[in-house]
């Protein structure tokens, strides 16, 4: 077998693995692909949210100019699959759920350990909000962040408005 019937038209890899097995989970064909080798425990207490951005971009750069990824580690069960379900999720503004099946529907055995299930539950309203924001007007995102006082139809009261307020207040409280 050749190794373009092998490949399949991959052009790049992202190597998921952790310091003890980067002997044998490695770049072996760095003039064939182009390699992001992450350095990620297969461990509930580990931090995988940090490595969706870097991963997301080197997929996205791939995919852009008409390449292919294969996204593996040791057994390509629980940190290749997150980071997988992670990119599907900020993508495709899936949910995780959505994106987990979509994932399992391809390879059935993925099972990402407790700990990134709860990072991925949790990033489902990080990538959320930065789509609700990206889908925000220019108009709308100037007015909600330039809401300064003495602004018309800023939310903050100035200080003479507070003076009147206050004089209002003691006015009402005369007139009692």
Known sequence: M???S???????????????EANFIKPNFPHTFRYLVLDIADNPVENIIRFFPTT???????????????????AGISRSAALVIAY?????????????????????????????????QEYEAIYLAKLTIKMMS??????????????????????EEDEDFGAMQVAAAHNR
């Open 6 to 20: 092998f490949t399949q038209g991959v052009t790049h890899i992202v190597c998921v693995r952790q310091d003890i």
């Open 138 to 159: 220019p108009m709308q995102l100037g007015r909600s962040f330039s809401l300064q006082a003495g602004v018309a139809g800023s939310r903050k009261r100035s200080l």
């Open 2 to 4: 050749s190794r373009g």
């Open 88 to 120: 599907l999720m900020e993508t495709f503004g899936m949910k995780y759920r959505e994106a987990f099946n979509h994932v399992q529907e391809r390879r059935f055995c993925i099972n990402p350990n407790v700990g990134f299930v709860h990072q991925l």
């Open 56 to 74: 997301k971009e080197f997929i996205d750069s791939c995919l852009a100019t008409g390449g292919k990824v294969l996204v593996h580690g040791n």
